[in-house]
């Protein structure tokens, strides 16, 4: 994709501020799953935590250039890239260091828009077709960042009683940045995760998300999983841990149907 134009990059913010909700693990099988259909994907961590760099198995030692070297401006999201082992999929790591970055950033002009700044550079606007950025799990100056950055923004939900109330927080937060930081910014969809069909709940919350938000759900949820869990610990994402498993299958039909909803846009 080198003849791209830089406008052709799609950046998906994915994010929830509740944490333990899949977000790290929809990003990373997502990932993998559009890189499998050809895409070129990089995923950036943008989560102290560095889930998403374990969970394709960058090793610590090997993340010398970070998110937090290129939100501060002492190296471009180039020189953070790191190619995974997975064919089409990039990721730039995170480290702990990043939960510095928000006091370090108060003062600094543009503190809202550095992540933007680092990815409309042409190595990286012009190589990838999709960029997935991993948001912590809260509404901190990291997300800002990434919600000032993103065409759109992909919410992972889990399927339990107070979905709703955390979601509603989060759409204030999306029309905010929207009225005035990024005037494009779309919700790109929600996906419902650990989908439990033996649970009268997850079907009740299900039913309520689709009522609040209609077309914005995907048809495709996210069962619990067993493999889906085991994957990290392997440094693996789950299409590559065991993509027979019913978590992966799901993954595989989330980024088709990603796919038919983004690439109409870009025609």
Do not use: W
Not at 27 to 41: E, F, W
Not at 154 to 163: K, R, S
């Amino acid at each position: 994709m080198t003849d791209a134009r830089p406008s052709d990059v799609r950046i998906i913010a994915v994010a929830n501020q509740k944490g333990g909700v899949g977000k790290t693990t929809t990003a990373i099988n997502l990932g993998t799953a559009l890189a499998a259909v050809g895409r070129r994907v990089l995923i950036l961590d943008l989560d102290p935590q560095g889930n998403a760099s374990t969970g394709v198995g960058i090793d610590r030692a090997a993340r010398e250039i970070t998110s937090y070297d290129a939100l501060m401006g002492e190296a471009t999201l180039a020189e953070a890239l790191v190619e995974t082992a997975i064919p089409n999929l990039s990721l730039v790591p995170s480290t702990v260091d990043l939960s510095g970055a928000e006091l370090e950033l108060v003062d600094q002009e543009r503190r809202a828009h550095r992540l933007k700044d680092a990815l409309a550079a042409p190595e990286i606007a012009r190589v990838f077709d999709y960029v997935l950025i991993d948001c912590p799990p809260s509404l901190n100056l990291l997300t800002l960042n990434a919600m000032v950055a993103a065409d759109s923004v992909l919410v992972p939900l889990q399927c339990e009683f107070f979905a709703l109330e955390g979601l509603s927080l989060l759409l204030r937060t999306v029309e905010q940045v929207r009225g005035s930081l990024n005037p494009g910014l779309q919700i790109q969809g929600v996906v419902l995760t650990m989908y439990d069909n033996r649970n009268n709940l997850s079907d009740q919350v299900a039913a309520d998300v689709r009522g609040f938000l209609g077309s914005k759900v995907y048809n495709t949820v996210i069962p619990r999983n067993v493999r889906i869990s085991e994957a990290p610990s392997h440094g693996q994402p789950a299409l590559v841990y065991d993509h027979r498993c019913a978590g992966s299958q799901a993954y595989i039909r989330l980024a088709s149907e990603l796919l038919r909803r983004e690439e109409p846009r870009a025609a």
